[in-house]
């Protein structure tokens, strides 16, 4: 159902004899018919969804997190708190800002969504 | 969750599904399949997710799915037909998307604008498009994209 990018630059021609004419974008006949993915397109085998949950308070120090409710909830995986993420400013966790002291927790919930694309 | 059986015609074709309790258009299309139109803000302000029933645009995210009961319903994957729609070719030569997003949407509007109004004018075209944001493409190629399919169409 979705068509990866490099499906439409299958006939991708790189010899530059197009300087100085009309050409097309690459990706446009996806564009206008309503093929192109998008980031929300993509539904991956073992997708999971995740709920941030940040403090209520500027600058609060956090002593302790009750997660017991939220690990009983179905479908969770697992809870994460924002001292296990780690701080590479490459991981996808760490762009989410979450420090030591000033966020709470990150709770990785729901189940994988396998063969039925659902929205959102 | 309670569900009802809608039968609807999607671009062309009958389809028989169930629609859960207030279940939008956009959900019921996504589940479906039909991926071309895209999600922006839900509420309707966007115009993204514009789609055709019985030929007249509507924002599929504001319209409960259930609603579209025996009616016909238009995405932009289905614009085109064996060949491209004259809207799609004039938006591909008039480098009328950048990113693409809100392109499906735009079409579907224009679309219905062109079956009413074979030749329209520029400020008729301007309205057509005023519920669909753009945030990369500009509207200028876009207008001019129209015009110029509008024009160049043959009526059968």
Do not use: W
């Not at chain 2, 016909?72 to 004039?90: I, K």
């Not at chain 2, 493409?137 to 994209?145: D, K, L, M, R, S």
Request: net charge positive; proline share 7%; aromatic share 6%.
């Amino acid at each position: 159902m979705i068509e990866f990018r490099k499906a439409f630059f299958a006939e991708r021609d790189d010899n530059l004899n197009r300087i100085g004419k009309p050409t097309l974008r690459q990706d446009i006949l996806g564009h206008v018919t309503g093929r192109s993915p998008f980031y929300d397109d993509h539904l991956f085998a073992g997708l999971l969804h995740m709920r941030c949950v940040r403090s209520p308070h500027h600058h609060a120090r956090i002593r302790r997190i009750d997660t017991s409710e939220a690990e009983r909830m179905p479908g969770v995986r697992r809870i994460l708190p924002g001292r296990d993420v780690p701080r590479n400013l490459d991981r996808l966790l760490s762009l989410l800002d979450f420090g030591i002291d000033d966020e709470p927790f990150l709770a990785e919930t729901g189940s994988p969504v396998a063969a039925s694309p659902l929205p959102r | 969750m309670a569900c009802k059986p809608v039968s609807s015609t999607l671009n062309g074709s009958e389809r028989d599904g169930f629609v859960r309790d207030g279940e939008n258009l956009f959900d019921m299309l996504r589940r479906g399949g039909d991926l071309s139109p895209g999600y922006g803000c839900g509420q309707g302000g966007c115009g993204a997710f514009t789609v055709l029933v019985d030929g007249a645009p509507v924002l599929a995210c504001l319209m409960l799915a259930e609603a579209v009961a025996g009616r016909r319903v238009e995405t932009a994957a289905g614009l085109a037909g064996a060949t491209l729609h004259p809207l799609q070719e004039a938006f591909m030569a008039g480098f009328s998307a950048r990113c693409g997003y809100g392109t499906p949407g735009m079409l579907t509007a224009a679309s219905a604008l062109i079956d009413r109004t074979p030749r329209p004018t520029r400020e008729q075209v301007v309205e057509a498009i005023g519920g669909n944001l753009r945030r990369c493409t500009g509207y200028q190629p876009v207008i001019a994209a129209i015009l110029a399919a509008a024009e160049g169409r043959v009526r059968a």
